[in-house]
């Protein structure tokens, strides 16, 4: 396990996260390291503290131990699930041009209390916008994109 080392006049415990981010993302080719172990780290959970003037990005292990009742790795998943489901969501294999205006498409994406609506991604004035539909009830909301 990495050593955590201490700097002058920066707390040892009570950290809070505020927020875990996925270093492949900001850079492919970049090496983040933590700030307390220095250990090569992939997820960073950046921690703040009271008593401290600035963030610290961190790796899992130390978020751990430095925050009180966090759980690092549940977090990171938190986060793995997310990027999963907005790469399914991006899928162009699940997008279907609409038959209307081939300029148009649409999929259908399921909803947390599993039921089922029709997105679709449209060209109009002002840019692109979304139109999502209820497929049961025919509610239809519109949320223009700037
Ligand atoms: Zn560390």
């Not at 050593?3 to 707390?11: A, D, F, G, H, V």
Request: charged share 30%; glycine share 6%.
């Amino acid at each position: 396990m990495p050593k955590i080392t201490l700097i002058e006049n920066r707390p040892g415990s009570d950290w809070t996260c505020r927020e875990v981010l996925d270093s492949q993302a900001i850079d492919p080719t970049g090496k983040f390291r933590c700030g307390f172990c220095a250990t090569t780290i992939r997820w960073i959970h950046v921690v703040e503290h009271d008593d401290y003037e600035r963030e610290v990005q961190a790796g899992c292990c130390c978020a751990a131990r430095l925050c009180y009742e966090y759980d690092a790795e549940a977090a990171e998943r938190e986060v793995k699930n997310r990027m999963d489901r907005r790469a399914r969501f991006m899928d162009v294999r699940r997008w279907k041009r609409s038959m209307p205006n081939p300029e148009n498409v649409w999929r259908f994406v399921q909803t947390p209390n599993d039921g089922r609506v029709r997105v679709t991604v449209f060209l109009n004035a002002e840019g692109y916008a979304i139109c999502i539909a209820g497929k049961t009830d025919g509610d239809r909301y519109f949320c223009p994109e700037k």
